[in-house]
């Protein structure tokens, strides 16, 4: 595939000590987005701790009570479908703002949910606004430097990890203390406070040239899937390797609430501390990318992905060994996700927003996959055919890389 060199898109900053776009992105305004994704990422992930609680609270089964998940996951693909591509044609300071207040309601909605179908529609509305993530994913990388892009998307999906284990520890923590709808109470609060920083100190930017209406703008996504080889087979990459994520982290609840573990929401929350390993990958993946290692990290990612489904099989006997694969999978998955988002981004400078609404929706269907996948296995055959479902997954992840690697050097 010809890689694109379109000029960056033209940003317009506000005079403020944290935007500095003539100069790529600074530090400070790349953490302030990192936090903001780690806030609003977190909304997705409260509820994998708090399976079992809100099952018992609402009278679900457990092989249903993960459809919270599902109807997240699916909010959040109808999101990057009809709502992230925007951002290559609206202002994006604005757009990110509609998104943090709006998500603030939806988040209270989800807290005071009395009904099964209630809680379903109020989370398939906190996943599609959550996806003001990926449109700041793509305004850091309009606003950082061809230099300086991997590694400062990297240093944002850090963020974004980290706001995924926090908010599996700090939803067990907080679901300890005062119930699961507190959960969703504090983090409606949060994304109010984090509204106010955005709009005092955001840079704003022009609206696109390249695409003159929303409609066309939708079509011209369509567009780049049917045109883009990178595009579809990073895509793919993305669903394989997030469904073999998903079906950890929705399905590892339920073993661990069981006997012989039976453990608090705080302590399942702690697991996801272990996976800080996946935060430290993708910033050091982002420098790799940028160093033209993309594929030879993306290989042995996908590699660890498979082997981390070895240790993760004895969840039932061996919390250590549950840790071990939780640090290997999480590692592998981030790294491979930095690095493909890293080499889109490179590609097409001129449809950053679009590129990541694409490359996200086969993200956001994989995870929804996994979810339901995950635990009706589980509900059937227990953990040990989880586990084999997650290593097939991965295997067939590894497989497509290894097909695409020796299709290039066929063709070249």
């Known amino acids: 595939m010809k890689a694109h060199v379109d000029s960056e898109p033209q940003c317009v900053a506000l005079h403020t000590p944290l935007a500095r ?10 953490w302030l987005f990192s936090v903001t994704c780690a806030l609003a990422v977190a909304n997705v992930y409260f509820a994998q701790p708090l399976l079992d609680s809100i099952a018992q609270s609402l009278g679900v089964a457990a092989a249903t009570v993960g459809m919270v998940v599902t109807a997240t996951q699916v909010g959040y693909g109808l999101g990057l ?9 609206l202002n994006r300071k604005r757009l990110v703002l509609t998104l943090v207040l709006l998500s603030a309601l939806a988040l209270a909605a989800a807290g005071a949910a009395q009904q099964w179908l209630a809680l379903l529609a109020a989370m398939m509305v906190v996943g599609l606004l959550a996806v003001v ?25 850090s963020g974004i990890v980290l706001g995924i284990l926090l908010a599996r520890f700090t939803s067990g923590l907080v679901a ?6 507190a959960v969703y109470f504090v983090s409606s609060a949060l994304m109010l406070v984090i509204a106010a920083v955005l709009w005092k100190v955001a840079p704003a930017t022009v609206a696109g040239k390249g695409t003159q209406t929303y409609r066309a703008l939708l079509g011209s996504l369509f567009q780049l899937l049917r045109s883009d080889r990178l595009l579809r087979a990073r895509g793919l990459l ?11 982290w929705t399905t590892m609840v339920l073993p661990l609430s069981a006997a012989p573990w039976s453990l608090s929401h705080t302590a399942i929350g702690l697991f996801g501390l272990a996976g800080v390993a996946g935060a430290l990958a ?12 993309g594929q030879r990290v993306t290989g042995i990612s996908l590699g660890l992905l498979l082997l981390a489904w070895l240790p993760i ?15 290997l999978l999480d590692f592998a998955v981030q790294a491979v996700h930095v690095t493909s988002q890293s080499l889109i981004f490179a590609a097409r400078p001129d449809a950053q927003s679009r590129m990541v609404g694409a490359y996200m929706g086969f993200y956001s269907l994989g995870s929804a996959l996994g979810a339901v996948a995950g635990t009706q296995v589980y509900g059937r055959w227990g953990w040990g055919a989880v586990s084999a479902l997650g290593a097939g ?11 695409g690697r020796w299709r290039n050097a066929c063709c070249n």
């Open 176 to 181: 300890d203390l005062a119930g699961w709808r």
């Open 133 to 157: 993530v990926q449109i700041l994913v793509a305004y850091t990388a309009a606003l950082a430097s061809p230099a300086q892009r991997g590694e400062a998307v990297g240093t944002v999906t």
């Open 21 to 30: 776009p003539a100069q790529g992105l600074s530090p400070a305004l790349t």
């Open 282 to 293: 993708a910033r050091r993946a982002g420098r790799w990318a940028d160093q033209g290692l």
């Open 81 to 89: 479908l009809f709502i992230v591509p925007l951002g290559d044609l």
């Open 313 to 327: 099989a004895f969840t039932e006997t061996s919390l250590l060994a549950l840790v071990c694969g939780v640090i």
């Open 238 to 248: 993305a669903l394989l390797v997030f469904a073999a994520f998903s079906v950890l």
């Open 393 to 403: 997954i991965s295997g067939v992840a590894l497989l497509m890389w290894l097909y």
